[in-house]
């Protein structure tokens, strides 16, 4: 947020507008991790393709070690894309509300979803609690699992914290629909999204069109 913009808000949305700015390092951190995971498993992938069949010499347990991968990147970028708005949305008709009655029905949408993921997190600690206490581990290379059953509800709690804040947010706004927006994703309309894609199609033609004319300069000369 601009400095103008913070220098307008009352000094309870600035510290929750800090708050909010401070827990989106954590889960931009997160994200980074779940995105580094993805990379070194196609290394690794990439390696157990030429390996197989070039050197006869597979990864060991590859399949154990996607498995223990996937809880990663499935998971830890969950708060981030809901912080950024990322997740597909359904807006038949909350996309025609506007003001306090769109806020209300985020809101309300929101709790919903705390709810689902409230529980969600339970039944992951209780999956997790069992693979500690039982010692579970995969079939090929007995790669111990709780680490991997652990990471989903902590990736949920981070979620959970998320929604608190996007729940505050809209809350903030059903009171005081002109206020500065905080800690809740910006939504766009229809016309908005294609207008952007327009833009952007437009920004890549103007380019494309400029390069070729320095190509035709650099010729003629």
Not at 89 to 94: L, N, S
Not at 120 to 139: C, K, M, P, Q
Not at 190 to 203: K, P, S, Y
Request: charge should be negative; proline fraction near 3%; glycine fraction near 6%.
């Amino acid at each position: 947020m601009a400095m103008n913009d913070a220098a307008e808000l009352s000094p309870a949305a600035q510290t929750f507008s800090k708050l909010d700015d401070a827990y989106f390092v954590v889960e931009k951190f997160l994200n980074l991790i779940a995105a580094i995971t993805i990379l070194l498993l196609m290394f690794v992938g990439t390696y157990q393709v030429f390996g197989r069949k070039l050197l006869n010499v597979p990864v060991p347990g590859y399949v154990d070690v996607v498995e223990m991968a996937m809880t990663t990147f499935a998971f830890l970028g969950l708060a981030y894309c809901q912080n950024l708005g990322g997740h597909i949305r359904m807006e038949i008709v909350i996309g025609r509300f506007k003001g306090r009655l769109l806020y209300t029905m985020e809101f309300i949408g929101t709790l919903v979803i705390m709810v689902i993921v409230a529980i969600l997190i339970v039944y992951s600690w209780t999956h997790f609690e069992r693979a500690w206490v039982n010692g579970d581990s995969t079939i090929d290379i007995e790669i111990i699992l709780w680490p991997s059953k652990l990471a989903v509800p902590f990736a949920f709690s981070v979620l959970m914290v998320r929604l608190v804040l996007q729940a505050v947010g809209f809350y903030r706004l059903i009171l005081d629909p002109e206020a500065k927006q905080i800690a809740v994703p910006h939504i766009e309309t229809v016309d908005e999204q294609a207008q952007h894609e327009i833009d952007a199609g437009l920004a890549g033609e103007e380019e494309k069109v400029d390069l070729l004319g320095r190509d035709t300069k650099a010729e003629a000369d």
